[in-house]
């Protein structure tokens, strides 16, 4: 029988990001990039964060790891990893945070791994670097990892340099680089666009089983709709720098509230006959240093009205956690007006 003056008490997030502002700086103009986003993270829960180019989902993933150049870059708002203040870090604390407590899978690995420097050496060098640990010792564990990532001939594998790697295995290098030190938290920025659709899926499947295993929550930065609805249990839908949609990928993904995730769905060619045009959403995003007071999607949206120009909608609660900012969806079901449900 449970203990009723003793109950268990709830899990805390892994992740807490509070009204995150990301603004660049020059002398011609300020780029709004991200704009009150604001998101959890459950240890072992995998967020998706989808959205066109430009929406604001690498700038948001960058920040966690302190990666944008301090001198043209103004940050507000909070972030919070396990125990660490993200925003209270020094230059120093925060080198320790990285690979150790979060770390981060980037899109072109080519860019990402050291020309100069075997796999082998790359992997050891963040184990020793974390754990001082010894190079034999290091180089065991960069051997596991290869194994783990499901690389073929993985000792031989090691001793090569990345431009002797396909791109399939460069990507498995670099997230075997990216867990090498077990990290509560991992970012994975679009780690699948470049590849081809049947080493994708194996992408994926390794990297979701390593998730389970490991227990990391992760942040999966993705435009493909399909790798979000295979990899996510939650799913962020971002335009302009702002969350527009949040929920559990069964609600966003099936029963979509927002406009612009149902234009999302709709510019796709899954169930799309082969002699008919994709319903792609008309005009272009907005120019991110000259942002509109109301709602940013509102130029492009089939139920605009002259309130949404006017001001940024609320939230509206759709139950189950889930979340849309339309003044529309309050009261009406867009999929029905715009002849897409």
């Known amino acids: 029988m449970a203990d009723t003056n003793n109950p268990t008490p709830p ?3 892994l992740v807490e990001v509070r ?3 990301v603004n660049f700086v020059s002398r ?3 780029v709004r990039a991200v704009n009150g986003v604001s998101f959890d993270v459950m240890p072992g829960e995998v967020l998706c964060i989808i959205g066109e180019s430009g929406s604001g989902k690498s700038v948001t993933m960058r920040s966690l790891m302190q990666l944008h150049p301090k001198k043209r870059t103004r940050i507000t708002g909070s972030m919070r990893v396990g125990d660490h203040d993200i925003m209270a870090l020094s230059d120093k604390e925060m ?3 990285r690979g150790r407590v979060i770390s981060m899978v980037f899109q072109e690995p080519m860019t990402a791994l050291d020309p100069v420097y075997t796999i082998g050496d790359q992997i050891a060098e963040t184990v020793m670097r974390h754990e001082g640990v010894s190079k034999a010792a290091a180089m065991e564990r960069a051997l596991e ?4 990532v499901k690389v073929p001939s993985p000792e031989r594998r090691l ?3 990345p ?3 396909s791109g399939g295995l460069r990507q498995r290098a670099m997230m075997a680089v990216a867990l090498s030190c077990r990290p509560a938290l991992l970012l994975a920025d679009e780690p699948t666009t470049a590849l081809d659709a049947t080493v994708q899926i194996q992408v ?4 979701r089983k390593l998730q389970e295993q490991f227990g990391m929550g992760v942040i999966f930065v993705t435009h493909d709709l399909g790798v979000a609805a295979q990899i996510a249990d939650k799913v962020a839908v971002m335009y302009a720098g702002r969350i527009i949609e949040y929920g559990s990928v069964k609600d966003v993904l099936l029963k979509p509230k927002h406009p612009y995730t149902l234009g999302l769905m709709a510019s796709t060619v899954h169930g799309q006959n082969r002699d008919q045009d994709i319903d792609a959403i008309p005009g272009s995003p907005p120019d991110m240093r000259f942002l509109a007071p109301g709602c940013s999607f509102a130029p492009r949206c089939k139920l605009a009205q002259p309130e949404c120009l006017a001001s940024f909608p609320e939230p509206n609660d759709h139950g189950n956690g889930h979340m849309s900012r339309c003044f529309r969806t309050a009261a009406t079901t867009p999929a029905m007006e715009m002849g897409i449900a």
């Open 28 to 30: 011609e103009a300020t």
């Open 204 to 207: 994926l499947i390794v990297l």
């Open 145 to 148: 990892l290869m194994q783990m």
């Open 19 to 21: 009204d995150l502002n």
């Open 95 to 97: 080198n320790a945070v």
């Open 159 to 161: 001793k090569a340099y």
């Open 11 to 13: 899990k805390r997030p």
């Open 163 to 165: 431009h002797e790697l």
